[in-house]
């Protein structure tokens, strides 16, 4: 099956500066890559997701970048702001009839000091 | 906030009971996935369900075993409950003929085995 593996696994960054993590998979079949921002106590929100088929996407101030060659993708932070500071989480998965099944790394704690 | 809702919010179990965890899913969705998200880890998949049938499962034993209702909603059942399942439980709604095929996840049910 998928494994995503993920780094780092904390990341301290002052205000204002950027902020990048790292992911790779292992499953070559694997299509579809979303970024998940979870804070403390709440549920994992989508912030940013790409496809296979492209091979950069960039929304505000986040942006993913994806390498299928080398099966490894990542999150871009610029101008990180305090309310940026979360867990973030990539996942991997194959798009098939009915629902993503994900697979998730294991997660990046990100903390923005002022 | 998504439209996923998650009952209960928290569980306190012995080993060896059995638990029933519910998700209902965002309006127009056909597909709950579950997740188990231990602390300071990422979600792991546990089985999906589509139009009530399942859809895949992830790598868990028999005793987790779930289904899904005509209304798209949506149980887990874990029996013989052991400590290493205290973990929050979290659902994901999403439909497939959407063009992001976006998962949107419920604020979980944080489930503690004594």
């Known amino acids: 099956g998928e494994n995503v593996e993920q780094h780092p696994s904390t990341l301290s960054v002052q205000e204002g500066d950027s902020a990048v993590i790292k992911c790779t998979y292992s499953d070559s079949a694997s299509n579809y890559f979303p970024w998940y921002k979870q804070e403390l106590g709440k549920r994992p929100q989508l912030i940013i997701d790409i496809r296979s088929n492209v091979g950069e996407k960039k929304d505000q101030r986040i942006a993913v970048t994806l390498n299928k060659t080398a099966k490894h993708f990542s999150l871009h932070i610029t101008e990180t702001q305090p309310e940026d500071s979360a867990v973030y989480f990539c996942a991997a998965s194959r798009i098939t009839g009915g629902g993503n099944k994900l697979t998730f790394g294991t997660g990046t704690q990100l903390k923005v000091e002022l | 906030e998504t439209g996923v809702t998650q009952s209960p919010t928290h569980l306190i179990k012995t080993r060896g009971q059995q638990v029933t965890l519910r998700c209902s899913s965002q309006?127009?969705?056909?597909?709950v996935s579950w997740y188990q998200q231990a602390l300071g880890q990422g979600p792991q998949f546990i089985f999906q369900?589509?139009?009530?049938?399942?859809?895949g499962r992830g790598n868990f034993p028999p005793r987790f075993s779930g289904l899904q209702f005509p209304n798209y909603s949506s149980e887990l059942n874990v029996n013989a409950l052991e400590l290493d399942d205290s973990a929050l439980y979290l659902c994901?709604?999403?439909?497939?003929?959407?063009?992001?095929?976006?998962?949107?996840f419920g604020p979980g049910t944080r489930l503690t085995v004594l």
């Open positions: 994901a709604s999403s439909n497939p003929r959407e063009i992001r095929n976006e998962q949107f």
């Open positions: 309006s127009g969705h056909n597909t």
């Open positions: 369900y589509y139009r009530e049938e399942e859809n």
